[in-house]
């Protein structure tokens, strides 16, 4: 076990030197290459601000009015019906937008069912399963100017759609009852 945290603690060290001796034995300018890729992520984090500021406040907007509890407890005739925790529906939603948000969600399930737990367990591989579509679209399409998106939408959410699936499918296999 302790080779393992030793070289977990030199990789990263290991990377930056190997990415510097392969940069200097092509003969490119390895600290002026730096510096331009900089000045790029900052303009590109410029141009997209505007993009995460609005769904930031959207998020922001959807938790505190308490609009996700409300939705959850519509649906919840039909999560029923297919085994799904309805207690899961704001996480679910929430992943799609914002991993931050998710996280606070996830932070309060453990609160109130326990990391242990079958909704904890089940939310700890839902969140490896799936992926914040609609702001990794935002971030990607905003910063290379894409406006037409043709199925990238509607693959991603059936792709995450299937996340959350596997991972009620994985965790019943694993420890059965999710409940």
């Not at 799609?96 to 996830?106: E, F």
């Not at 914040?132 to 037409?148: A, G």
Request: with cysteine; charged share 15%; aromatic share 8%.
């Amino acid at each position: 076990m302790q080779i393992l945290i030793v070289i977990s603690n030199l990789m990263l060290p290991l990377v930056f030197v190997l990415i510097l001796s392969y940069g200097i034995s092509k003969g490119v300018k390895v600290y002026d290459a730096f510096i331009e890729g900089a000045k790029d992520g900052m303009r590109c984090a410029v141009d997209i601000m505007p993009t995460l500021i609005g769904l930031m406040m959207a998020v922001g907007i959807l938790r505190a009015s308490g609009a996700l509890d409300i939705f959850s407890r519509i649906i919840s005739p039909i999560t029923d019906l297919i085994h799904y925790p309805s207690e899961l529906v704001p996480l679910t939603l929430m992943r799609l937008v914002s991993s931050s948000a998710s996280t606070g969600i996830l932070l309060d399930l453990f609160k109130q069912y326990g990391p242990d737990s079958g909704i904890g367990r089940l939310v700890s591989v839902m969140m490896s399963c799936t992926e914040t579509v609609f702001y990794t679209m935002s971030v990607y399409f905003m910063s290379v100017k894409i406006t037409k998106t043709r199925y990238t939408l509607p693959g991603a959410l059936i792709a995450n759609f299937a996340g959350v699936l596997a991972s009620v499918f994985i965790c019943k296999i694993i420890w059965g009852q999710i409940r």
